[in-house]
T-cell receptor
Framework: EAAVTQSPRNKVTVTGGNVTLSCRQT?????MYWYRQDTGHGLRLIHY???????QIGDVPDGYKATRTTQEDFFLLLELASPSQTSLYFC?????????????FGPGTRLTVL | GQQVQQSPASLVLQEGENAELQCNFS?????MQWFYQRPEGSLVSLFY???GTKQSGRLTSTTVIKERRSSLHISSSQITDSGTYLC????????????FGKGTSLTVIP
């Protein structure tokens, strides 16, 4: 079974702060995704990647950068955090092009921007 | 626009009752998935079901591509089924961009 881990699990920062959320998957999936979940909106896609060095823009990318350094590692960067970025963040991976496009999710990171 | 509509938004059941959760899509889909979100926030994949019917224990998922809908049937509900159920679809656009519904909040009472 695919394993997706995220760190940190909880983070509190101040407005204007610099935050990096980390995600690692150990099942050799090609696609990785970053989502945010907010009350009333469900999960929304921020950025995704189909391989090391690749980045694709999702539906809510403003204020976020992302970088895929290896097949396993995908990072989400908030360089000037704002209170509107307080949210629950999920990372996911999938093996697009294989037998199934099933997404596997990490446990989530709760970010609070004061 | 909103690509995924889930209904009902919330549901209260007495233990032992059945439930039918619906997910409707505004576009043709390439794949879809049902998740259970625990009260503490983590997501559990229930079904990857792009078409047809799949069953796992008391849960049954049915996706009808032509009608752009999927359902999740929970039989003989238990208190531990309480939580939020989410569906997600990947539209048939060539981009691997998933869209989620807002979820159905299920509460099962004794």
């Amino acid at each position: 079974e695919a394993a997706v881990t995220q760190s940190p699990r909880n983070k509190v920062t101040v407005t204007g702060g610099n935050v990096t959320l980390s995600c690692r998957q150990t099942n050799s999936h090609n696609y990785m995704y970053w989502y945010r979940q907010d009350t009333g909106h469900g999960l929304r896609l921020i950025h995704y990647s189909y391989g090391a060095g690749n980045l694709q823009i999702g539906d809510v990318p403003d204020g976020y950068k992302a970088t895929r350094t290896t097949q396993e590692d995908f990072f989400l960067l908030l360089e000037l955090a704002s209170p509107s970025q307080t949210s629950l963040y999920f990372c996911a991976s999938s093996d697009v092009g294989g037998s199934s496009y099933e997404q596997y999710f990490g446990p989530g990171t709760r970010l609070t921007v004061l | 626009g909103q690509q995924v509509q889930q209904s009902p938004a919330s549901l209260v059941l007495q233990e032992g009752e059945n439930a039918e959760l619906q997910c409707n899509f505004s576009t043709s889909l390439n794949s879809m998935q049902w998740f259970y979100q625990r009260p503490e926030g983590s997501l559990v994949s229930l079904f990857y079901n792009p078409s047809g019917t799949k069953q796992s224990g008391r849960l049954t998922s049915t996706t009808v591509i032509k009608e752009r809908r999927s359902s999740l049937h929970i039989s003989s509900s238990q208190i531990t089924d309480s939580g939020t159920y989410l569906c997600a679809m990947e539209p048939n656009t060539g981009y691997q961009n998933f869209y989620f519904g807002k979820g159905t909040s299920l509460t099962v009472i004794p």
